[in-house]
């Protein structure tokens, strides 16, 4: 009980939590078939979309937020990559245009819930969605650079370690490097999200339920765990 007070009292574990029940819903109701499943078929979608437009309100104005501490100053940017290194120049890109990237989602995503809300009935809510989940993949799959990058480095520092044994030098990576794993799986589950949306990568709704409801836990754990934030 302690764990879920903790979390109700930050917005991002409200929006976890609520995101966790949305896709758990949808690989609930993607699992049940025949006649006799129909109404809970259907209290399940209720459930589902209730949880998408809550998770829109809650995340409301956080568009500019993330934009703006994204973008900085000029003078704040080149003091910053004036004293990077190449390959920590990339890193420093990839989580500079994720941001920028993940703002403009956050943005488009908050078009869509007027829409939907029936505040604005002259928007076009299928082409907002599209543009939504386009940037939304743009952002994952940067993220993913960025720990892929990271995954490299520490590859390449574990394998020109001193430890010879293959299973003490992987656990020592585990160890060392959990909240980069977490960051990956969790980016790893999401990229399938948009990439079914835009009908690039079809996949099944219980597959995106699952993938989507354990993607909700990798995000939890660092709300939970501060350590595992990376």
């Not at 939590?17 to 209720?46: M, N």
């Not at 078009?111 to 993949?137: C, E, Q, Y």
């Not at 394998?159 to 794993?181: D, G, H, I």
């Not at 949306?197 to 990798?218: C, D, E, H, Q, Y």
Request: aromatic content about 12%.
């Amino acid at each position: 009980m302690d764990t879920v007070i903790k979390l109700n009292t930050q917005t991002a574990g409200k929006d976890k939590i609520a995101r966790f029940c949305q896709y758990s819903c949808r690989a609930v109701w993607a699992s049940k078939t025949g006649p006799d499943a129909v109404e809970t078929i259907a209290l399940l979608k209720h459930i589902e979309s209730t949880l998408s437009s809550f998770r829109k309100l809650l995340r409301f104005g956080k568009g500019f937020e993330v934009l703006y501490s994204a973008t900085g100053s000029a003078a704040q940017f080149n003091q910053t990559v004036a004293g990077l290194k190449t390959n920590e120049l990339y890193g420093y890109m990839f989580i500079k245009l994720g941001k920028i990237a993940s703002g403009l989602f956050l943005l488009a995503d908050h078009v869509v819930w007027l829409s939907r809300a029936g505040i604005n009935k002259s928007i076009n809510t299928t082409k907002w969605v599209d543009r939504s989940n386009r940037f939304w993949l743009i952002s994952i799959l940067l993220n993913l650079c960025r720990d892929m990058q990271e995954l490299y480095r520490q590859f390449v520092y574990y394998s020109r370690s001193n430890v010879r044994n293959l299973q003490r030098t992987m656990y020592a990576f585990y160890r060392e490097n959990k909240p980069l794993l977490v960051d990956t799986l969790k980016n790893a589950c999401d990229v399938f999200i948009p990439l079914n949306a835009l009908g690039i990568v079809p996949v099944s709704n219980k597959t995106i339920g699952m993938l989507g409801a354990f993607s909700s836990i990798m995000g939890l754990l660092p709300l939970l765990y501060p350590r595992l934030k990376f």
